[in-house]
């Protein structure tokens, strides 16, 4: 058996015209564990915390408190923008830590005699974290929108008050899609190295080496999560107020 | 040394993620002493640097990653 490196998430079977993908199984995979941990905790929500409603309020705290330190001391905006930036981070983590299962890139499906993997990890997939990146950048902007207004928003782009502003306007526009880009690939990038470094190392010495980089996936699938979900908080913080990042230091040097 | 297309294929995968993890590894080191030194001079303002580092080093780190990326389609795409 040899060693079998794709770009490509490979299409496993097919639902009409649409091919479903590995990493699209085990993304739906996530999803479902997500799911029954979601009900699991509501079923047991009590006004006398059990074990389980304890770790998530934990939990919740601490995300809350992280988005804190990030909007301001802002509770009711963290409050408000909690659930896109939490959920961004479960489903990555999510996806992350399920990819690295055993299983995932050993169980193999043969089809019409080319053999794929029947799981991979859903953030080694392009399509995963460019719709992640998007479904981000958009929220960004809805909620610059929802708290400034339309005007407001579109006035951090389209700035008038002369030519150097215009300027900063028009980088403004190129800085949105260059966000949607590094987020998709700076996800992609990590998970996809990761899975590559693990592949070869099973291929090579099978016994023993893989545990610490497992360790260091492990350690990357988290801080990779973290670090989209702490970006999307700064990106909201910075549409919310409504001005870019140049003028945030100019304000600062002037206090 | 035969300079057929798998060659040179492997040769731009290799040069192209060592060269463009120069950078980045040298400004995420850059950043960290940085942030080391005014965490010393400030403690108070720890939390406030350490968010701004971590910022500054993950957008270094996708400059990194894009080199990366580069260097897995000249090996698998291209």
Known sequence: ?255 | MLLDAESVRLLATSLAIAFGALGPALAIGWIGSKAADAIGRNPEAASKIQTMAILAIVFAEAVAIYALVVALIVKFVA
């Not at chain 1, 215009?166 to 700076?186: Q, W, Y």
């Not at chain 1, 090579?204 to 350690?219: K, N, R």
Request: net charge neutral; glycine share 10%.
């Open chain 1, 1 to 255: 058996m040899g060693l079998a490196i794709s770009l490509r998430a490979e299409p496993i079977f097919s639902i009409g015209s649409f091919p479903v993908t590995n990493s699209l199984l085990l993304s739906v995979l996530a999803f479902l564990v997500l799911a029954a941990f979601a009900f699991a905790v509501r079923r047991r929500l009590a006004m006398v915390p059990g074990m389980v409603q304890n770790v998530a309020e934990l939990v919740i705290e601490g995300a809350l408190g992280i988005m804190d330190s990030v909007l301001n001391g802002d509770r009711r905006a963290s409050e408000k923008y909690l659930p896109l930036v939490f959920t961004i981070f479960l489903f990555i983590i999510c996806s992350n830590w399920l990819g690295l299962l055993p299983g995932v890139g050993s169980l193999i499906v043969t089809q019409n005699g080319m053999v794929t993997p029947l799981l991979r990890s859903p953030a080694s997939d392009l399509n995963f974290t460019l719709a992640l990146a998007l479904i981000a950048v958009t929220f960004v902007n809805i909620f610059g929108t929802a708290a400034i207004g339309l005007k407001g928003r579109l006035s951090v782009f389209f700035n008038f008050h002369g030519p150097i502003d215009f300027f900063v306007g028009i980088l403004e526009i190129i800085s949105e899609f260059a966000k949607i880009i590094s987020f998709s690939f700076r996800l992609f990038g990590n998970v996809f190295a990761g899975e590559v470094l693990l592949a070869i190392l099973a291929y090579l010495v099978p016994y023993v080496i893989p545990v610490p980089f497992l360790f260091l996936e492990l350690f990357v699938g988290f801080i990779q999560a973290l670090i989209f979900a702490m970006l999307t908080t700064v990106f909201i913080g910075m549409s919310i107020v409504g001005h870019g990042a140049g003028e945030e230091g100019a304000h600062a040097n002037a206090h």
